[in-house]
Structures are given as C-alpha cells and as structure tokens.
C-alpha cells in the first residue's frame, strides 16, 4: 500500500518514489509499530444519515467499481457521435447502431454497442474547466477546486470519494480494504500527482489503499497483504501479543485522535496479513486462462479483472486508473489525453483495450450474479474539443463530455442530456460532476443530504449534488434491435509498434491517398511476393516502402532491416529512416527525418541496423509524436533492385522519474 503523506517534509520537499511505495501499518510482521498518522481524526464521525429518499433505488448497490479514464476521452469517439458535422469535427469514423433504438457510439465501440441495454449513458456532463487536475478534483470528489491549481496535493484538499465512503461506509466483509486503488497512482506528465486522490482534511487513516503494480506482470505480488516467508502465523500472533501489551502501556499515556488511528490501523494491519480473502483476491492466477484472455492480457484489462475479484472479496470501492504506458511520461499524446493523433490512438491503442474489457467486466458480472449489486463507472476528467487540431488530435475540452454507468439501481438503455450538433456544448439536462458523487452515495445508501463535522469541527455536506434519478430505476428498453458494428476493425490490442513484420505476399497501400488502412504503404513499382518485398526505382529516382508505427512513444529505437541487392549496385544508395509525418495525411513521402542510416547492400543477405533515440530528458518539455512516427526503407538511382524479406523494431522505453511529486 501506499502512503503519500506518512514523514513530515521540509517545505518545498517532496516524497521519493519508494516513500510512495513504502508498506505503511504493516512492519508489525518485523516487531516494529504500524506508521503512526500524524493528522488527528475527525472530531466526530458522520452523524445518523437521513432518511431514506423513498426511492427504489436507494442501496441497491453494495459496492462500486469506477474506472478512470485519465486523460480524458473524446466524446465524438465514445459516445456521442455527430456524424452530420464536417469531417473536421466528426472525425475519420462513423457512428454505429446499439442494442437501444436511437442510440448510436461510434464504430470504435463495437463491442460495447452490443452491451448498450445494460448500461446508462450522460451526454452532458461538464465541469467548465480545461485543465487535468482541476476538472479531475471535481469528478473524484464532487466538489469543485479552486481558485488556483490543484496540481499539488495539499492537506486542505476535499477528500476523494473512496475515503469519504472509508468513513461513513467501511466494508463489513473486509474493513481494511473498503477503498482500493489500482494499479498506478494518478500522475500527469512529469509524474505530477495531482490532487483529488487523497484523504485530504479528513487525515491520513481514510486514504484509500493504493497498490502500485502491473497485475498482467508474471511476478505480480501485492506487499503487505500475507506474511513474509520467514515467519509463521504462530511466530506473528506472538509479536501481536507483544505488540498488544507495548500499546495498552501506551494508552495509558495518550488519547484523541492519534491513538484512534493507531489503533485503526494497527487493526487492519492484523487483518490484512491474517486474512485469506485478502490474499486470495490479489491472486489472478486463480482465474482461468479463459477469463484472462476475455479481460484482455494487459495491465488495464488485469486492473479490471483484479477490480471483479476485488469486490467478489469485500471491497467497497475499487479504483481502477488507466494505466500509462511505457516511455509516455513525456509525450503529447499519453493516456487518452490526445492532443496529436487521436484517431491512430483511440483505433490503435485505446478503443482495443476499452473496447474489449469493458463489456468483459459488465458480462462477466452478470453472469457471476454481481451486476445488480455492483455500480460500474467509466469516466475522465473531461472530453475533447470538437475542432480536430492540425496534428491530428483533440485538446482538453471541459465543457461538456459523456459518462457510462452500469449496474446496481443503473436504468439500462437509459439517455440522459445532449450536446449540441458539434459537441460542444450541453444543450439539454446539463450535469455537474457532483451530481455523479450523489449518486454513487445514494446507490449505496449513504443520503446524499448527509453531514459531518471537518477537523475544525465544522459541518460540511457530503456533496451538494443530487442523485441522477432518471437514469436509476429497473425499467428495461421497451425495445432492443441487434447493434451494428464490426470487432476486426478494433481487434484486441497488440503492443507491437509495426503491425507487419514481414512482406511476403502483403498487400501494399498506395502513399497517397490518405487511407485508414494499417501495414505497409509503398511507391509505385515496389511488390511483394514469396521472397519478400522488391523496390525498384520508377518514378522520382526513388522508391519506398515505409509503416507507421502504432502508438509511438519516447525511448531508444532500433530499426532491423534484413535485405540484399539484386543487378548491378552501380548509382544505388540505399536508407533506412525514422521519421514523423509532416501532416495528417500520413503520406510517407512527406515526412520530417528523425534518424537515418546510408547501407550498402550487397548480394548477399545481410541485417543493418539504426538506433535513435527519440524523446526528451528535459523535465516540463514534451516529445511532439505530432501526426505519427514511422520507419522506410528507402532505394535511391540506379537500376539494382532491394531485396527487403523481414524488418523489426525494438523499443526501450525512456526512463519513468520515480520521484514522485505533489
């Protein structure tokens, strides 16, 4: 588990990674005491809350699984279309029908079309802010920052839901774990953490339990959560004896709200290690080979799958935060925050992971008995802007954006709001992320009326939203049709950078015009057969065969080439490249040149080699991916012909700082 706040910090200080990942309350396995935290608890806990509503809905829900999106989806590619705008707006893809007369998601979604009667979509949520960690402070906690930003976790900051729901809501089958984060903690580039994330003013003993770690990684493992192979459960009961008489000496001697977190957490901390539920939850190899590969083998569909078993075990809400990927850290483009080739992103990387995971989660739910008592969330912190920008991409767009909503008291097939014909605006049923925080409460059975006393013993209001009663209740679709929509066009992801690897018998998309199609493009003159590919020299004194790469990042590159000349190597010159594209075309005769290697081929096969890397080590600068990276091949003059029969790209991703800052 993670403890963000656990050492006092000189000003101006912030904590390393490893004080981030440091297992705090849990060394009682080594005879020392739990980590004291220092904030003092509330002075009183939440009062009786107040009646129930009336309404069905109320506490149909025991737990709540709320992926975050970060970054901030584009609304034009999810779920809110807008096919008659101009290309410029609408983008390169088409909308698609769903399982709900009337209701349309864009064909990156196709899967989740098939699902769209089990779930309730908003069209006009919105914040009016642009910004990650203030339109994000708002979604997480249901109230709004301000003024300034809130890039910087302060201990004034409200707290995240999970920790209001630790307070006034804690997991009766699993106490320790009532709020779990999943698998990486919050972080814009540079490793910003950004605030929302925390306990805030309601002190250090409700921060949500992070857990920092790739669960599609072999050596997955959970600190904390079993004892250490050394020590058997006898040996631990007898340190918690010890443990036990050091504390009832202590309390003789202190009181107030210290002590009653001490004791909290050295509760849970027993709990944790002793407890089987915990242990076995983190455990994914008990799932079947089957149901892994239907998550998805990456680190956000294991992050969901963990977030099923998580809440199969106890826990109340689990987090699950979109993951980034390596060597992100300082690009324009990471996460879903696509500020430059947002259609590659979304088709290459995104829509294949959202798309097969997330109606994964809501059948596998159902089918296990769990969606009438599980609320499914799926959110960013704002949607995109409706104008397409000129490197490809769609920049923060907080005033308005869709969310998706499934499960306990969720209306499937429900619509609620809408943006204007570009996607700009909320032109109906305007929605405030509080109303969101309301609503997670009322499904839960905390009254969203309800208050409690800060740490200056002031009273505050759980939220000031209210709860999204058009979209709850179990009134299915009057009527359902079969949902349009074609999954080889978004196949599950594949972290390959180049699609194809080799030539032999591919099929060759022309340079120009600008197309969709992913995999080889090539001059005239150039063919594939049996062997592999053939460049000849036709037109301009040059041919080319080149691909773009999928989800480019920062980090060293190597280019792989295994090729032979073919004829007389008089006036050839042969290249290899790494490039960007110059526009959105994506035409790889116009391109900016990143990296280049002159080669001299001869008849015999042999394999050549460029390295670069491409990225930045500056702190606060970016590496613009721009339009798109790629690599080519390239034959200049003369009448020899290249022989390309098979290329591969290796990848090292740029260093992640694991400085944490706040």
Known sequence: MLSLHDLPLPPCASPHRREWLRVGGLSLCGLSLPAVLRGDTPSAAA??????????????????????????PPQHETFDPKPDAPVEIRGPFKPIRTTVPGLQFCELLPRTARIAHKLAVVRSLHTDDDNHDVSGYWILTGYPYGPGSARQIKPSDWPYIGSVLKMVKPSERLPALTSVWIPDVMRLNDSVTPAGQTAG???????????????????YRIEGVSLPPDISLAR?????????????HRKLTESGGP????????????DLVTSGKAREAFDLTRETAATRDRYGRHTWGQSVLLARRLIEAGVRLVHVNWPRESGDEAVDN?????HAGNADRLQDCLAPQFDVTFPALIEDLEQRGLLNETLVVAVGEFGRTPRIN????????????SMALA???VRGGALLGASDKTGAMPVADPIRPHDLTASIFHLLGVDHHAMFKDKTNRPVHITKGEPLYRVLGDRPPEKLQVAEGD??????????????????????SPCSPPSREKGWRATPGVTCDDRGALLRVERDGRAIIAQGMRSGRGGDYTFIVNAALEGDPKGASCRLQLFRFADTSQNPENVQELASLEFHPTAEMKEYRLRKFLGTLVPGTNFAIGNGLGVAVILRGGTARLRVVAVKLEFSARPRNENVVD
């Open 259 to 270: 002590r009653e977190a001490w004791d909290r957490l050295s509760h849970h901390a027993f």
């Open 47 to 72: 009062p009786e809350l107040a009646a129930k509503l009336g309404a069905d809905t109320f506490g149909r829900a025991k737990n709540v699984i709320f992926l975050w999106l970060q970054g901030g």
């Open 236 to 248: 631990f009961d007898r340190r918690h004896d010890l443990l036990a008489q050091l504390d009832r």
């Open 487 to 508: 999954v080889s066009f978004v196949p599950p992801y594949d972290d390959r950078k180049l699609l194809d690897l080799d030539f032999a018998w591919k099929k060759l």
């Open 334 to 338: 990471p996460m879903w925050d696509t």
């Open 390 to 401: 000129g490197a490809g991409g769609r920049d923060h767009w907080g005033r308005v954006f």
């Open 407 to 409: 499960g306990a008291g």
């Open 201 to 219: 003013f309601l002190g250090k003993q409700w921060e949500p339990e992070r857990f920092v770690g790739d669960p599609a990684g072999s050596d």
